[in-house]
Nanobody
Framework: QVLLAESGGGLVQPGGSLRLSCVAS????????WGWYRQAPGKQRELVAR???????NYADSMKGRSAISRDKAKNTIYLQMNNLRPEDTAVYYC??????????????WGQGTQVTVSS
């Protein structure tokens, strides 16, 4: 079992910045893909950013130029730096990890989520 723990959410004014973190723990052999998703009230969960096994990254159009995803493989941790935040970025942000456990079993886990609120 792989557990993900997010942190770094909070209340920020429009134009402000936040850095989210997600740490994975458990029986992990390798995490190949990490992602950040978000879900606003009444909306579907959507991809914010993803970093793949080859270090390539993907971003939602709305977050391009305002966010950066990075990872520390040694710490099984990823980060999402978000700048110039807007009220429409308000949502619960979830971490997602996909890869393989110690037994070679495929794994796919979600974190519990961290609230990001952008408001003056």
């Amino acid at each position: 079992q792989v557990l993900l723990a997010e942190s770094g959410g909070g209340l920020v004014q429009p134009g402000g910045s936040l850095r989210l973190s997600c740490v994975a723990s458990g029986s992990i052999y390798s995490i190949t893909t990490w992602g950040w998703y978000r879900q606003a009230p009444g909306k579907q969960r959507e991809l914010v950013a993803r970093i793949n096994y080859d270090e390539t990254t993907n971003y939602a159009d709305s977050m391009k130029g305002r966010s950066a995803i990075s990872r520390d493989k040694a710490k099984n941790t990823i980060y999402l730096q978000m700048n110039n935040l807007r009220p429409e970025d308000t949502a619960v942000y979830y971490c997602r990890a996909e890869g393989y456990g110690d037994s070679g079993n495929p794994i796919g886990s979600w974190g519990q989520g961290t609230q990001v609120t952008v408001s003056s």
